[in-house]
């Protein structure tokens, strides 16, 4: 199963929208709903940002959201923050009932 | 408060084994699956295995044949009992609870392993 591709990095000033893409196949993005996106800081534990393509866990802000259309989902975060710098991940359950993650982005706020 | 707390990494040489636990508390363990996902030093996430509640496992293909997940619900504790280990299993391993809906909430703080001669 080979890792979800993501941009490396994607970069931004405070105050405008991103969005963060997560490309997979058949065999996961574009046969389930089980999508989530992780965000972790440098040297901290990822956290649950976006659950089942679009859900947003409580006391997540509603500044991150998430859709998907084909083999393809995405994160977007609107109204940019310095507090958001940092690696986002996106994964996805398979159809070989294993999950994978993506290759990670690095969000920089210009 | 929910909490997973991670122990059990070290260092280790190729070959050798290693038994890393996660012990929960404040939630009812019994209830969850959980998972082991690895992230090397600079390197993206990797998810290693799950445990549902029913005892069925799963696991990635670089691992399988190679690690054991397995849990003791009355020690509301996960394992990863890890054999045959190579220097590319060198990683920190976090775990993580999942309520049977496919994410990872939360995550531990993570056990670094490394395997070195």
């Known amino acids: 199963q080979s890792a979800l591709t993501q941009p490396a990095s994607v970069s931004g000033s405070p105050g405008q929208s991103i969005i963060v893409s997560c490309i997979g196949t058949s065999n996961d993005i574009g046969t389930y709903n089980y999508v989530s996106w992780y965000q972790q800081h440098p040297g901290k534990v990822p956290k649950l940002l976006i659950y089942?393509?679009?859900n947003r866990p409580s006391g997540v802000s509603s500044r991150f959201s998430g859709s998907k259309s084909g083999n393809t989902a995405s994160l977007i975060i609107s109204g940019l923050q310095t507090e958001d710098e940092a690696d986002y991940y996106c994964?996805?359950?398979?159809?070989?009932?294993?999950?994978?993650f993506g290759t990670g982005t690095k969000v920089t706020v210009l | 408060e929910v909490k997973l707390v991670e122990s059990g990494g070290g260092l280790v040489q190729p070959g050798g084994s290693l038994r890393l636990s996660c012990a929960a508390s404040?939630?009812?363990?019994?209830?969850?699956?959980f998972h082991w996902v690895r992230q090397p030093i600079g390197a993206p996430l990797e998810w290693v295995s799950g445990?549902?509640?029913?005892?069925?496992?799963y696991y990635a293909a670089s691992v399988k044949g190679r690690f054991t997940i397995s849990r003791d619900n009355a020690r509301n504790s996960l394992f990863l009992q890890m054999n045959s280990l190579r220097v590319g299993d060198t990683a920190v391993y976090y775990c993580?609870?999942?309520?049977?809906?496919?994410?990872?909430?939360?995550w531990g703080q993570g056990t670094l392993v490394t395997v070195s001669s």
């Open positions: 445990l549902s509640t029913t005892g069925d496992t």
């Open positions: 994964a996805s359950y398979t159809t070989s009932v294993t999950y994978v």
């Open positions: 993580a609870r999942d309520k049977g809906a496919n994410w990872f909430d939360p």
């Open positions: 089942e393509v679009t």
């Open positions: 404040g939630f009812d363990f019994g209830a969850y699956d």
